[in-house]
């Protein structure tokens, strides 16, 4: 029996037939993203948003990390997961795209639970760990430029609690990894990423093939 099922569209539209739960909220987010310039290509797929929302569920967590927030759609369906009480923490470079998100997060009902902070990345994550301290977080999603993935990857561990989770969006990079001839600093720096975590027995991985990549990453 063959060990990877080709995801033809046929399969696709069948799982999310039978899988993809979805509603007006959320849809709304999506088709809002994706007529911006270059939104289909940057948002989370629909599936992708609900396996978020069921890691946020399966690891009890209740502070939440996000580096890269765009239009906030992963945001949603992270936060939606929280308990009442629960907090996530979303980042982004901009807020250009923050009055887009803020309505679907108030009909939703989760604006109250996200803290958006704009800057530089590395800049906000150096803050975090200076300003709240190690280990605070029970999962960290990273969805933002590619070429800092391995700086965001550290940050993310020393953020996280043990035990925790971290979640790589990205890791196949639309097939770009596995071609030699690729060496723009977005790819160079995905790879270099992979071949790190292969390695990092500071944390249990799994690499899911689904969506673009997806690497899941169990803080020890």
């Not at 033809?8 to 539209?13: A, E, G, K, V, Y």
């Not at 967590?61 to 369906?77: K, M, N, P, Q, W």
């Not at 020393?158 to 097939?175: A, E, M, Y």
């Amino acid at each position: 029996m063959a060990e990877q099922t080709s995801i033809t569209t046929d399969i696709l539209d069948y799982v999310r037939s039978v899988s993809l739960r979805d509603d007006a909220i959320l849809s709304g987010l999506r088709e809002e993203t994706a007529a911006l310039p270059g939104g289909t290509a940057m948002r989370v797929m629909a599936e992708e948003g609900q396996l978020l929302t069921l890691l946020v569920g399966l690891t009890g967590a209740r502070s939440v990390l996000e580096i890269g927030t765009f239009t906030g759609y992963s945001a949603l369906c992270l936060a939606r997961a929280l308990p009442a009480d629960g907090r996530l923490v979303t980042c982004d470079v901009t807020d250009r795209w923050v009055d887009l998100a803020l309505p679907y997060w108030e009909r939703a009902g989760v604006k109250e639970r996200i803290e958006m902070l704009v800057g530089d990345a590395s800049e906000t994550l150096c803050e975090l760990l200076d300003q709240r301290g190690r280990e605070i977080f029970d999962l960290v999603f990273i969805d933002a430029d590619k070429r800092n993935y391995p700086a965001y990857f550290e940050y993310a561990v020393s953020l996280t609690r043990p035990g925790g989770l971290i979640v790589i969006d990205n890791t196949l990079f639309s097939g770009r990894v596995v071609d030699a001839g690729t060496r723009d600093p977005d790819t160079v720096a995905i790879r270099e990423l992979n071949a790190a975590l292969r390695d990092d027995e500071r944390v249990e991985i799994s690499m899911l093939v689904m969506a673009d990549g997806i690497t899941l990453a169990r803080k020890r």
